[in-house]
Nanobody
């Protein structure tokens, strides 16, 4: 069982920045494919960014050039740096881990972009 705990959400003005963190349990973090998803009210959960075991990254078109996903295997943590935030980025952001054909989710952290 992998437990994921997100932090770093909050209220930010348009154009601002936030950094989300996700701390994972387990001794095999370096073998997890990690991702960030988000779900806005009335919408389906969507992929924001993913980072593989080898460090390859992929982003949703809507966040390319603004968001950066990274991982620190020594700290069992994945990060999402979000720059130039827009009101459309408002959502609950969820951390995801894929390992041994299993899917694990965090509890989510709210990000609100508003003036």
């Amino acid at each position: 069982q992998v437990q994921l705990v997100e932090s770093g959400g909050g209220l930010v003005q348009p154009g601002g920045s936030l950094r989300l963190s996700c701390a994972a349990s387990g001794r095999n973090f370096r073998l997890y494919t990690m991702g960030w998803y988000r779900q806005a009210p009335g919408k389906e959960r969507e992929l924001v960014a993913v980072i593989t075991v080898g460090g390859n990254t992929n982003y949703a078109d809507s966040v390319k050039g603004r968001f950066t996903i990274s991982r620190d295997n020594g700290k069992n943590t994945v990060y999402l740096l979000m720059n130039r935030l827009k009101p459309d980025d408002t959502a609950v952001y969820y951390c995801n881990a894929k390992f041994n054909n299993n899917n694990y989710w965090g509890q989510g952290t709210q990000v609100t972009v508003s003036s």
